[in-house]
């Protein structure tokens, strides 16, 4: 028997091994997308105890909590943080084969020099543990990501967005980490949110473009667009429910617009008309300040009102959209195509039914441009454990090249998460060590250990154009 999470966790041959201690441990880590604040980044923040790192914000746990029969005072509510951490121990101990519980251990071990198990019994000691750590300097925020071996984090940002705080790190030399704004306009394309004119105003303050038709709307998201370039972005993002192409006239669109500035609702296919030209738009937008777009879809949001009305969104009430759009997707892509405006463009699903439709739609759009131009992105969400990483990078290997994949990201708002990129390490070298080991590929060390160190990092450096 195997000890629990030793230093070959998930590694069960020996090229496995090789691959993962002599390459994949060895190189730096670039998160290209997560939702961590930059403020506490700038500010080097500390935290007072562990409940604050693990299950401030942490919808992934608070679900688990949930499904375990918790109270919601002991998750989101008034309990202390000792009451709380009590309970997602409690929790922990039952989430066997739940990707949680490889992370929130990996982290004590790393972290914390913590080899043991959490539970409702060793609670206590993992508290006292963890708190008397985070006292030191060594686990301010800053300390955390240089200890991690990260170089650069792209956060999550809106166009109204002002950087400051990207600003302030950047010019502070003492630390010598990119932290990056990603552009995320999901709000400026929202047309049918009941907040949407209220944001336009916002937006037209920020950027000094009166917005009164679409093509002022086009004109504001420029100058953001601009300002976000001049702070370092290389990367935008998009939350979609699912990718739409419903093309429509200039002259359409700008009735529709006009009709919900003026308060009015707007219908189905006119939300999906409007969106459709939004996403046409900044995707040409992306191809010319050389930038990659990042497309998250699939994901049904806040389906428990009950709650959402108590909590609000991103609280743990999100599933899966059933609904595969691989003609539109491709319909999309083509749009942009047509005017050789496609520009970098990464693809996530989060149902990982659509991993064949993505792996076959890449190849349409690949081109001399950049290796890899078109990506289908790591397994996202529901799917970033053992089994759906597997499943992803199988597929993308059997439709595509996994040679150049950019990896792994976080996606997190945890500054402990990077252990994250180690989990998808070991799961990428377990994959490719048994390929080796059935006789499916040949153990040249040179070549493999090349591919293992360029997809968990230099690939995605090559991809973005980052400087480092």
């Not at 967005?161 to 302030?168: A, F, Y």
């Not at 879809?297 to 959209?321: A, E, H, M, S, W």
């Not at 496609?342 to 439709?357: E, Q, V």
Request: proline share 3%; hydrophobic share 35%; aromatic share 12%.
């Amino acid at each position: 028997m195997k000890q629990f999470m030793d230093q070959d966790f998930l590694l069960s041959t020996e090229t496995a091994k090789k691959l993962y201690h002599e390459h994949a441990a060895m190189v730096p880590v670039l998160d290209y997308h997560c939702h961590i604040n930059p403020e506490e980044i700038a500010n080097d923040r500390k935290f007072e105890n562990i409940t604050q790192v693990w299950l401030g914000g942490d919808h992934y746990k608070w679900r688990q909590m949930r499904s375990n029969g918790i109270e919601e005072r002991y998750i989101t509510g008034d309990a202390t943080d000792r009451e709380k951490f009590q309970k997602w121990a409690e929790t922990l101990e039952k989430a066997i084969g739940n990707p949680l519980y490889h992370w929130s251990h990996l982290e004590l071990q790393r972290y914390f020099g913590y080899t043991g198990h959490l539970n409702a019994e060793t609670a206590q000691e993992v508290w006292d543990l963890c708190n008397a750590k985070l006292q030191e300097d060594s686990m301010s925020v800053r300390n955390l990501i240089k200890q991690s071996g990260v170089t650069l984090i792209c956060t999550t940002d809106d166009p109204v967005d002002s950087l400051e705080w990207h600003q302030k790190i950047a010019a502070d030399e003492s630390f010598d980490v990119q932290v990056l704004p990603a552009w995320r306009p999901d709000k400026a394309m929202n047309i049918e949110k009941v907040d949407y004119v209220t944001y336009l105003n916002k937006l037209a303050e920020v950027s000094g473009v009166t917005i009164t038709t679409f093509a002022s709307l086009k004109k504001a998201l420029q100058e953001r667009l601009s300002y976000f370039a001049a702070n370092g972005c290389k990367v935008s993002d998009h939350a979609l429910e699912y990718v739409m192409y419903a093309p429509a006239t200039e002259e359409e669109i700008e009735t529709i617009f006009a009709k919900r500035l003026q308060g009015e609702a707007v219908t189905r296919e006119e939300e999906l008309k409007f969106k459709t030209a939004f996403m046409v738009f900044v995707g040409k937008e992306y191809h010319r300040l050389n930038w990659a777009m990042q497309l998250h879809y699939g994901c049904k949001r806040d389906n428990n009102v009950f709650r959402f009305n108590q909590l609000g969104p991103d609280t743990g009430y999100d599933c899966i959209n059933n609904y595969a759009p691989s003609a539109q997707m491709a319909d999309f892509l083509n749009a942009l195509n047509a005017t050789d405006q496609l520009p970098k463009t990464i693809i996530y699903s989060l149902n990982p039914y659509d991993n064949a439709a993505i792996g076959t739609i890449l190849g349409c759009f690949q081109d001399a441009s950049i290796a890899g131009k078109i990506q289908q992105g790591s397994a996202w969400w529901f799917n970033d454990h053992k089994t759906g990483m597997t499943e992803q990078m199988t597929s993308l290997a059997n439709l595509g090249l996994l040679g150049n994949f950019i990896g792994m990201l976080t996606d997190s708002r945890s500054f402990l998460s990077y252990t994250r990129h180690e989990y998808f390490r070991r799961i990428l070298c377990e994959l490719v060590g048994n390929w080796v080991e059935n006789g499916e590929y040949p153990n040249d060390e040179k070549v493999l250990g090349k591919m293992i160190e360029d997809i968990s990092y230099n690939n995605a450096v090559r991809y973005f154009g980052f400087s480092l």
